[in-house]
């Protein structure tokens, strides 16, 4: 069992920049380090999509096409934290950003993959 908390949301303008990050509280017996974790998003009438997922040891991440060169995910085990550097940032980009958590050593893009969520963080990007 994990609970994660995002916080770093904002209104920014367009290109600037922001940084998320996921602070996770995990069930005696379990370290942080045991969960692959990744990053979505939902913009309003849309579904949510995959943006970022990273390896137990931040050794690995993978993004999706629209974060390639603009976003950064890498993790603090030591923390118990997970952020993500978003610069460059588009109106585009707007949206209510989820970190979620999945047992493991591979990471996944698949939202089903993951078993825990957190309550997400609002990011406005204005024009």
């Known amino acids: 069992q994990v609970q994660l908390v995002e916080s770093g949301g904002g209104l920014v303008q367009a290109g600037g920049s922001l940084r998320l990050s996921c602070a996770a509280s995990t069930a005696s017996g379990r370290t942080f380090s045991r969960y692959t974790m990744g990053w979505f998003r939902q913009a309003p009438g849309k579904e949510r999509e995959f943006v970022a997922t990273i390896n137990w040891d931040g050794g690995s991440t993978y993004y999706a096409d629209s974060a390639k060169g603009r976003f950064t995910i890498s993790r603090d085990n030591a923390k118990n934290t997970m952020y993500l550097q978003m610069n460059s940032l588009k109106p585009e980009d707007t949206a209510v950003y989820y970190c979620?958590?999945?047992?493991?050593?591979?990471?996944?893009?698949?939202?089903?993959?993951?078993?825990?969520w957190g309550q997400g963080t609002q990011v406005t990007v204005s024009s």
């Open positions: 979620a958590a999945r047992s493991g050593t591979y990471y996944s893009t698949q939202i089903n993959a993951y078993n825990y």
